[in-house]
Antibody
Framework: QEQLVESGGGVAQPGKSLRLSCVASGFGFRSFAMHWVRQAPGKGLEWVAVIWYAGTNRFYADSVKGRFTISRDDSKNTLFLEMNSLRVEDTAMYYC??????WGQGTMVTVSS | QSVLTQPPSASETPGLRVTISCSGSSSNIGSNTVSWYQQLPGTAPRLLMYSDDQRPSGVPDRFSGSKSGTSASLAISGLQSEDEADYYCAAWDDSLNGYVFGTGTKVTAL
């Protein structure tokens, strides 16, 4: 069945980096735009970034622009989110999402000193 | 901050109909399609509606979506206790060049 599985979350200090991964299965990954969406504890959903199929275009939320980079490896059905210069306010559950489709279960990122 | 506005909560007696509104602007709802997401307690969100009024397979037909101008609505007919969840609208915003979510609505079956 169609599935997205995220990994790479954890605890990081402010200013440090983390790299999230999302492995897709059960559908033609390369044909879909893919998003990262986050949710801070007890808060609503916040869109983070999108990468179009074949990586032809990428867009970011203002809150992460210049710090986060979204990328994909279609040969490995994998989506990435490189997060640099982490801030306390980046603490959230990060979800990998297929455009107009399924969501992963999420990976938790905690930024704390 | 969210650019799509939803009421914080909505409640209704089981079996009756509840409607959730989503208010946006010409740069998002007014020019792009709307999706709706359901988040049950303690779980990841799931797609409930796309392209304004299209249900993915597996979504019961008691859920329906509509759009008019810069506003959209999600209706749940025959509300069930299992429908208690947070609901979010979303759309692409041409001015922000980004996807925007609504503020979220918590639905309760009384």
């Amino acid at each position: 069945q169609e599935q997205l599985v995220e990994s790479g979350g954890g605890v990081a200090q402010p200013g440090k980096s983390l790299r999230l991964s999302c492995v897709a299965s059960g559908f033609g990954f390369r044909s879909f735009a893919m998003h990262w969406v986050r949710q801070a504890p007890g808060k609503g959903l916040e869109w983070v970034a999108v990468i179009w199929y074949a990586g032809t275009n990428r867009f970011y939320a203002d809150s992460v622009k210049g710090r986060f980079t979204i990328s994909r490896d279609d040969s490995k059905n994998t989506l990435f989110l490189e997060m640099n210069s982490l801030r306390v306010e980046d603490t959230a559950m990060y979800y990998c999402v297929r455009d107009k489709g399924i969501w992963g279960q999420g990976t938790m990122v905690t930024v704390s000193s | 901050q969210s650019v799509l506005t939803q009421p914080p909560s909505a409640s209704e007696t089981p079996g009756l109909r509840v409607t959730i509104s989503c208010s946006g602007s010409s740069s998002n709802i007014g020019s792009n399609t709307v999706s709706w997401y359901q988040q049950l307690p303690g779980t990841a969100p799931r797609l409930l509606m796309y392209s304004d009024d299209q249900r993915p397979s597996g979504v019961p037909d008691r859920f329906s979506g509509s759009k008019s101008g810069t506003s959209a609505s999600l209706a749940i007919s025959g509300l069930q206790s299992e429908d208690e969840a947070d609901y979010y609208c979303a759309a692409w915003d041409d001015s922000l060049n980004g996807y925007v979510f609504g503020t979220g609505t918590k639905v309760t079956a009384l």
